[in-house]
């Protein structure tokens, strides 16, 4: 039911950083987990980072130690924050309930590039 409007993507130079948001169409202090997705041309769509509603965070190997997932759940928010972005980073990223995924969004581009 609840919906999600990602935002905040773009063009980064590797080494560089970038700070997603998530707007949430309701109330998400009762979703208990949250996470952030991504999928590139030909890929499957990974989940990379997700937080509890108590904010314990879960990180994929691939993006442990350069990203941050947030929320603040008084203004139904997700944030996901890249540093030391790669070439491998290139996708479009989603947020959505972790536990069980609603309806995807339309993501929010991610262009890592030199």
């Known amino acids: 039911q609840v919906q999600f409007v990602e935002s905040g993507g773009g063009l980064v130079q590797p080494g560089g950083s970038l700070t997603l948001s998530c707007a949430a169409s309701?109330?998400?202090?009762?979703?208990?987990?949250l996470g952030w997705y991504r999928q590139a041309p030909g890929q499957s769509r990974e989940l990379v980072a997700r937080?509890?509603?108590?904010?314990?965070?879960m990180y994929a190997d691939s993006v442990k130690g350069r990203f941050t997932i947030s929320r603040d759940n008084a203004e139904n928010m997700l944030y996901l924050r890249m540093n030391s972005l790669k070439l491998e980073d290139t996708a479009i990223y989603f947020c959505?309930?972790?536990?069980?995924?609603?309806?995807w969004g339309q993501g929010t581009q991610v262009t890592v590039s030199s």
């Open positions: 309701g109330s998400i202090s009762d979703i208990y987990l």
């Open positions: 959505n309930i972790a536990s069980k995924p609603n309806l």
């Open positions: 937080i509890t509603s108590g904010g314990s965070t």
